[in-house]
């Protein structure tokens, strides 16, 4: 019996130390990886912030794209509601004068339709149709857009919706950045299989007239 209990102390043991060497083996392997994919991003140092802790290495060791992009279009879509709740906010404060309100109102009315585009956006990228999710999330950009144009001929924007804006700005480039790098992974990967035709590799027919000095009929 005290055999028995000596012997599953020592794999138990052994266990916890080939665990533990494992995992300081991964972290650097994961963060590495994880770095690689924003490198070039909108915000670099915001994306890594946000996919790391929400992301795992697969069997090849590598980061899931569609997985980051997921996790980081909820960032995006974490920070529009924060946004619109500073919007309401601002609607119903007394300091705010009828001249902001209605160009907050009209932003109220972008973020709405903003916020309905990137939960659009959520079960399409689970579906892995990058072209479809970058197609219904680009429109972030124009419905931010009309909300500061709303205070371009009125009040200026409040300091507080311009800093929260600009958070938002960084994490929906950063989605956009990695769906364009999930798009030429596609592209190329379609191209070798030759799914899609590869013209630079079409040349044009010999032309007689190309070393002919003077006038020369084809």
């Known amino acids: 019996m005290e055999f028995t209990k000596n012997l599953v102390l020592i794999v138990s043991i052994s266990s916890l130390l080939f665990l533990h060497s494992a995992t ?34 697969d069997r090849k060791g590598n980061v899931n794209s569609y ?9 995006a879509k974490t920070q529009a509601v924060k946004t619109a709740n500073l919007i309401n906010t601002l609607l119903a404060s007394p300091a705010s004068n009828k001249q902001l309100k209605e160009s907050l ?77 999930i798009d030429d992974k596609d592209f190329a990967m379609r191209l070798k299989k030759g799914l899609i035709p590869n013209f630079s590799t079409v040349s044009s027919p010999p032309n007689k007239c190309q070393n002919v000095i003077g006038s020369c009929t084809l």
């Open 24 to 57: 300081a083996l991964i972290i650097p392997l994961l963060q590495n990886r994880v770095k690689k994919l924003c490198n070039g991003v909108t915000d670099p140092a915001l994306c890594v912030k946000s996919i790391l802790p929400n992301v795992r290495l």
């Open 67 to 75: 997985r980051a992009v997921e996790v980081e279009i909820i960032a």
């Open 105 to 181: 109102s009209i932003c109220k009315e972008q973020y709405g339709m903003m916020l309905d585009a990137i939960n659009e956006a959520i079960p399409i990228i689970k579906k892995r149709d990058h072209v479809e999710a970058r197609f219904k999330f680009s429109a972030v950009f124009s419905y931010k857009g009309s909300c500061e144009q709303a205070f371009e001929t009125g009040p200026p924007q409040p300091a507080s919706l311009i800093k929260e804006q600009a958070a938002l700005k960084n994490l929906a480039g950063n989605v956009l950045d990695i769906l364009k790098v």
